[in-house]
């Protein structure tokens, strides 16, 4: 299985719908892939809080349509990022797949919001569902930056029949060593591909990390990408993660139901 991250750069000077425009045909460009994955909140900067009331859209919006119609020129499996969802009054940080078809498959929102007391934390709801995807080879489990700090997530998403976790994220250059550090424990703990792709550039005032990695199931890096806008495309044998949890059957060892504390 092929797949391809765009690590896309998001600049305050380029409105949203030039970016949304040079989203889609980065997408189409990746023509021969199987799978194509966008970072969080590319249409407007996930620390550009400020904008997020004015550019919120709603569940089938322009970035919906756009993104549909790329996956389908593309014809590939579109995990398209996540945008500013707007539902019943409230905003979401919601991600979108999409099949080779250009058919809708998925609708992720994000479950830990970033912030502690403010910004994402205050101004979004909290998705509430666990949310996996099966493509013809693997399973994927969806979750969105921050949600990388939460391994009870990652278990969920592997219980539910997760075989590869995609990240999309806005990570933050000053905790970029978090950022590589967590996406291969996810991959070593649930025996699993980690694919976790970022943005470039700066927005909201937060120089982003880039480096968007892919983890094999042993937690080798695979490939990583710079700091710049860049396409990083690996190839992934979808059998390796049913033959490493046979090999070495850690998940069978897990002791489950034991007496919390709290």
Known sequence: MRASLIQIAVD????????RVRAASLVVAQRGADLVVLPELWPVGAFAYTAFEAEAEP???????????????AGVWLHAGSFVERADGT??????VFSPEGERTAAYRKIHRFGFDQGEAVMMGAGEELVTVALPDTT?????????????????????GAETLVVAAGWPER???????LA???????????????????????????????VDPWGEVLAQAGADEEVLTVELDADKVRATREQ??????RRLGLTSPL
């Not at 569940?59 to 020129?73: C, I, N, S, V």
């Open 12 to 19: 305050p000077d380029e409105s949203v719908e030039a970016r």
């Open 59 to 73: 569940l089938e919006g322009p970035t919906h349509e756009a993104m549909a119609k790329a996956a389908a020129e």
């Open 91 to 96: 905003l979401y940080n919601t991600s979108l």
């Open 140 to 160: 994927l489990g969806l979750a969105t930056c921050y949600d990388l700090r939460f391994p009870e997530q990652f278990r969920g998403l592997v219980d539910a």
């Open 175 to 181: 905790r970029r060593s978090h950022w590589t550090l």
């Open 184 to 214: 291969q424990a996810r991959a070593v703990e649930n025996q699993a591909y980690v694919l976790a792709v970022g943005t470039a550039g700066t927005h909201g005032d937060i120089q982003q990390a880039g480096h968007s990695i892919v």
């Open 248 to 253: 070495f059957p850690a998940l069978k060892d």
